[in-house]
């Protein structure tokens, strides 16, 4: 093999194939000045690109219809028609006349357009940002002659490992499932947006490679083991063997992991966990009800959004939320509100505020748009009606909004009741625990919701101050730092007090070490992804409820996140046998 590249273990499975390099980015251009006799050729030149740019979109636009449907399709009419818009045409055939390169002009524009919308009050037309960079690129591309590197611009059956710098949600859910195999990145940790959907898709991934696009020209053969984190490239074929023994070999662990799915939850001394999945898209809910799981403890409904260039109707969500109620038949599902914002973003919606994720996102934007909050809750409280629905506010900091939420709730349901159509009124409505404020002041809450989940992603970033998704301060991104522990305990004692639910549905339930800590923190809710529930079914039968406790005591004590881990780990250890699993998706110790 010609070398390695470490990154973070985004999503299980080894895959072995050819690079697909993806250069989303604005190329760089020169500025040329050309002479008066050649001003209309350029303009010809113009218009030939914008052609050829339409004509791509149109067969990309077919394709995704045939394959994923007309709403994810519709993303790209947005495109279409702002190659079609005759001002922006004007405005680089007047670059043009005064002596600009086709490719110049059409820089300068784009940019002025760009900076003008990401500035704009409205917010549907800075959501508009993200769309016209893909035009900027795809005019550029070809105005340059630049290779043509379109995400979802593969034949089938590829089997191709993308390698890229960042990929935003939007351009995730546009991925050809039959011709991309598996995902690598420069950018990104395991608790980024892109990793998440990567491990809901069963898309095997590396994130946070750091040089990956830079020491790739594509087309290299690689193994990328999103286990372990690595993408090894230019393999022997002696490698490739082995690779792919390690692969046989992973998956009769996992069949033997599944054998789990249909046994209890019980620690040795007979403490009961209930165990629920995550579930990001709705298409996952049929094969997440087989992962042994006792409902859905997360439903991340903004998924149904990104990628998108409408937001799905009443009607729409209605029938995503009525499938996951429907495949746990009688199970509770807990639905997230829109959690939009951040690095989930509708259509093309690059981040246009200087700090997103302390910015307009989640809980905050919904009360700002009752008129689309009103449709999500219309269509949760009717779904309701064909099982155990539960509902569940993002990023809540202050009793005000669930108040708010509340009332809006309550206006949905008269304007069923006032429509006649069948819905239900006694929904359970719980926030998640997923700021330092909500941590600390959450007895202010007890009284006003039903239950908590306590989102560790987001509690581990606000509490640490160090963002989830950067790859360079993935090992500071340290769940078992005794601030983040302090919060988890107190919310747990808040809410045995309070007399309601408290659950953990972050990614630190899903890692074997941490599920350990979180059950001797009194936590007796978990809610993981569907790979992770018989793994954590094997920690919680594995130990005793007493053992759990002690250990977490110890975590509690301990000064540093390291000492934390040293504590749970030699307990952990003493009662199951060590094994490198226990370990996996822990930042490195420092
Ligand atoms: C969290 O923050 O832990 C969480 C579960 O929500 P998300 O990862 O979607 O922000
Ligand atoms: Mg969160």
Redesign the pocket.
């Known amino acids: 093999m010609d070398r390695q590249i470490r990154g973070i273990p985004a999503s299980p499975g080894i895959v072995v194939g050819h690079v697909h390099l993806l250069r989303w980015e604005v190329p760089d251009v020169r500025h040329r000045i050309i002479s008066d006799e050649h001003i209309n050729e350029e303009i010809t030149r113009f218009h030939a690109a914008l052609e050829r740019a339409k004509e791509r979109l149109r067969l990309l636009r077919a394709r995704v219809e045939a394959a994923a449907g007309p709403e994810e399709a519709a993303i790209f009419d947005v495109q279409l028609s702002i190659m079609d818009d005759m001002e922006l045409t004007r405005g680089v055939e007047e670059l043009i006349h005064q002596n600009l390169g086709a490719e110049k002009a059409f820089d300068l524009v784009m940019l002025e357009w760009r900076t003008r919308f990401a500035r704009h009050a409205a917010a549907m037309l800075r959501e508009r940002v993200g769309d016209l960079t893909d035009v900027h690129i795809r005019v550029l591309s070809i105005l340059l002659g630049l290779p043509d590197h379109d995400p979802v611009d593969l034949p089938a059956g590829a089997r191709a490992i993308l390698v890229t710098h960042d990929l935003t949600p939007s351009l995730t859910v546009q991925l050809d499932r039959a011709a991309i195999a598996a995902i690598a990145t420069d950018a990104g940790t395991r ?1 980024s ?1 892109v990793a ?1 959907l990567a491990r809901s898709l069963g898309l095997p991934a590396v994130v946070g490679l750091r040089t990956a696009t830079s020491e790739l020209t594509g087309g290299e053969r690689v193994v990328l083991d999103g286990g372990t984190g690595m993408l090894a490239i230019n393999p022997t074929d002696e490698e490739i063997t082995a690779y792919h023994r390690r692969q046989r070999e992973e998956e009769l662990a996992e069949a033997s992991l599944a054998e789990l799915a249909m046994v209890e939850a019980i620690t040795l001394d007979g403490v009961r966990i209930t165990l629920r999945v ?1 579930v990001d898209i709705p298409e996952e809910a049929e094969a997440a009800t087989r992962s042994g799981a006792e409902g859905v403890g ?1 439903m ?1 409904t ?1 998924f149904l959004v990104v990628g998108r260039a409408a937001m799905p109707d009443e009607e729409e969500q209605y029938r995503a939320y009525r499938r996951v109620v429907e495949a746990f038949a009688g199970k509770p599902v807990i639905i ?1 509100t829109f ?1 939009i914002g ?1 690095d ?1 973003l509708p259509v093309g919606g690059y981040p246009s505020e200087p700090n997103p994720f302390l910015g307009w996102r989640a809980i905050r934007m919904c009360l700002d748009r009752p008129d689309l909050f009103r449709v999500q809750l219309r269509a949760l409280l009717r779904a309701a009606v064909h099982g155990d629905l539960r509902i569940m506010l ?1 990023l809540v900091v202050t009793l005000d909004e669930v108040h708010a939420a509340r009332r809006l709730l309550a206006d949905a349901a008269e304007e069923l009741q006032a429509r006649g159509v069948a819905h239900r009124t006694d929904v359970p409505l719980g926030v ?1 625990i ?1 700021t330092p404020a909500a941590a600390v002041a959450s007895d202010t809450f007890t009284r006003d919701v039903d239950f908590f ?7 581990v ?1 606000y509490t640490l101050a160090v963002d989830r998704g950067n790859a360079n301060l993935a090992d500071r991104f340290t769940p078992l730092h005794p601030a983040v522990l302090k919060l988890i305990s107190r919310t747990v004692e808040v809410a045995e007090a309070g007399g309601i639910d408290v659950a953990v ?3 630190m339930a899903s890692q074997p070490l941490m599920a350990f800590a979180l059950l001797g923190l009194g936590v007796r809710q978990l809610s993981v992804a569907p790979r992770s529930v018989p793994l954590v079914k094997r920690i919680v039968r594995g130990v005793t409820f007493a053992h759990a406790k002690e250990a977490a005591a110890a975590a509690l004590r301990a000064r540093t996140a390291e000492q934390a881990r040293q504590e749970l780990a030699s307990r952990l250890g003493a009662a199951i046998g060590d094994a490198p699993y226990l370990y996996d998706g822990l930042p490195a110790a420092r």
């Open positions: 608790t947006h998440i995550n997360l991340r903004e997230r959690d951040g989930k993002p998640m997923e989940s306590i989102g560790t992603n987001d509690l970033q549905c972050g990614e």
